[in-house]
T-cell receptor
Framework: GAGVSQSPSNKVTEKGKDVELRCDPISGHTALYWYRQSLGQGLEFLIYFQGNSAPDKSGLPSDRFSAERTGGSVSTLTIQRTQQEDSAVYLC?????????????FGPGTRLLVL | GESVGLHLPTLSVQEGDNSIINCAYSNSASDYFIWYKQESGKGPQFIIDIRSNMDKRQGQRVTVLLNKTVKHLSLQIAATQPGDSAVYFCAENPHYNQGGKLIFGQGTELSVKP
């Protein structure tokens, strides 16, 4: 079946602008995660959604970052007033925590460049 | 604090040789570990996982070993092929029952020479 998809694949923006990144998880997956990967680095957890529970926002680096998940499926990560240090690859993953599946499956990422 | 780290940032092997990528973790409460492969321009791809109640698990050409005594994880790739060239990340889940967010190491770049 279809995997996790993300859009756009690349985004170039100017410092101070807002950006929205979209994630479509695997159909039926109950949990959705956002991670950030800076150049040559490992992945850094940002935020986690599970069903109708309140999201775990403990990884968000500042209040300029927010995310929502509508209808328990698609998620949007919003970065307001972007800064150059926000440049990174933003990765989304999903898993079916309601079932036996635990593995997080990742999308291809959105490469964000803030000029 | 919690961290997952790798002993070797780069590894170069000849095609056909076996590869071993190592990883150290710091949280003794972690109960689930995963290896991901990331090719340039792509998202991480699941390779193999292991629970803390096991010390070895085998997949197709890959084996993961877990040594809880020294908090060490390794990924062995048999008969390494050029298509195995990528960055490999280990990740741990120290709080599976509280959300499953993963802590990743910095990655090891595997280069396979033909």
């Amino acid at each position: 079946g279809a995997g996790v998809s993300q859009s756009p694949s690349n985004k170039v923006t100017e410092k101070g602008k807002d950006v929205e990144l979209r994630c479509d998880p695997i159909s039926g997956h109950t949990a959705l995660y956002w991670y950030r990967q800076s150049l040559g680095q490992g992945l850094e957890f940002l935020i986690y959604f599970q069903g109708n529970s309140a999201p775990d926002k403990s990884g968000l680096p500042s209040d300029r970052f927010s995310a929502e998940r509508t209808g328990g499926s698609v998620s949007t990560l919003t970065i307001q007033r972007t800064q150059q240090e926000d440049s990174a690859v933003y990765l989304c993953a999903s898993t079916n925590r309601g079932g036996l599946e635990e593995t997080q499956y990742f999308g291809p990422g959105t490469r964000l460049l803030v000029l | 604090g919690e961290s997952v780290g790798l002993h070797l940032p780069t590894l170069s092997v000849q095609e056909g040789d076996n590869s071993i990528i190592n990883c150290a973790y710091s949280n003794s409460a972690s109960d689930y570990f995963i290896w991901y492969k990331q090719e340039s321009g792509k998202g991480p791809q699941f390779i193999i996982d292991i629970r803390s109640n096991m010390d070895k698990r085998q997949g197709q050409r890959v084996t993961v070993l877990l040594n809880k005594t020294v908090k060490h994880l390794s990924l062995q790739i048999a008969a390494t092929q050029p298509g195995d060239s990528a960055v490999y990340f280990c990740a741990e889940n120290p709080h599976y029952n509280q959300g499953g967010k993963l802590i990743f190491g910095q990655g090891t770049e595997l280069s396979v020479k033909p």
